[in-house]
């Protein structure tokens, strides 16, 4: 049976009196995609702001292999083995492509399945190899993605969270993205939050479907297909 690795149980969280996150509870099980879904303004975002540690939470518990983690700073939350593909790629564009990888490497736990380095991602996506040495803001926009997907990959996380993937790219890139997912997760456990709805039924093991900051549906990819129609008012996905 898969162990849990990363728990939300009953999180709240506040933008300065307004209260976005409402007893939000989650799990994601070692070797699982799990999709957060939900429309614009739904919480998904701030959910993987609340798991990182940009945003603090007021209440309720978050746990990466039974250990708390919602009181650590980000980059304490990154060392125990969270990493962030965040919305809108955020790479470092006046530093190449090969510094960009390198600037993020960290070791990996002595327990870890998985060490990625810099030859694993170039593995994964060749076309960062043939660009190593290429400044990162004269990528394309698929092309800068791979790199924000490496550079999370370089610190060794236990947990992926990635942020709208996707968001801006070209339909043929799009399923290069998806084709990656599938492979990285036969190694690392992902938390995906997408806006292209096809796409994450392609790579979702299980689903959460948020609304107005609370979970109205959680379980796996196959109850939520069975039962789309009856939510599809809480999706305003493409």
């Not at 250990?67 to 470092?92: D, T, W």
């Not at 997760?185 to 938390?191: G, N, Y």
Request: charged share 20%; net charge neutral.
């Amino acid at each position: 049976m898969a162990r849990d690795l990363l728990t939300l149980d009953k999180i709240n969280a506040f933008y300065g009196d307004s209260h976005v996150l409402h007893d939000l509870s989650l799990t994601l099980q070692e070797g699982r995609l799990l999709a957060l879904l939900g429309r614009n303004g739904a919480g998904k975002s701030t959910c993987i702001s609340s798991i990182i540690g940009f945003l603090p939470v007021r209440s309720g518990s978050i746990q990466l292999n039974g250990q708390a983690i919602e009181k650590l700073s980000p980059e304490a939350i990154c060392r125990a083995g969270i990493g962030l593909v965040p919305q809108g790629r955020r790479i470092f564009g006046s530093l190449s492509v090969k510094e960009n990888l390198d600037v993020a490497a960290r070791p990996a736990a002595a327990n870890s399945q998985r060490h990625w380095a810099r030859g694993d991602v170039y593995e994964i996506f060749p076309r960062l190899k043939e660009r190593q040495n290429q400044i990162a803001s004269s990528l394309s926009g698929g092309e800068q993605q791979m790199l924000a997907i490496g550079r999370a990959l370089m610190t060794n996380p236990k947990v992926l969270l990635m942020d709208e993937p996707s968001e801006g790219l070209a339909p043929q890139i799009v399923r290069e993205v998806g084709q990656v997912l599938s492979t990285l997760k036969a190694h690392i456990s992902i938390v995906l939050v997408e806006q292209n709805l096809g796409l994450a039924m392609k790579v979702a093991d299980d689903v959460v479907l948020l609304n107005t900051g609370r979970v109205v549906f959680s379980g796996t990819r196959e109850t939520f297909q069975a039962q789309q129609a009856d939510l599809h008012a809480h999706l305003g996905v493409e």
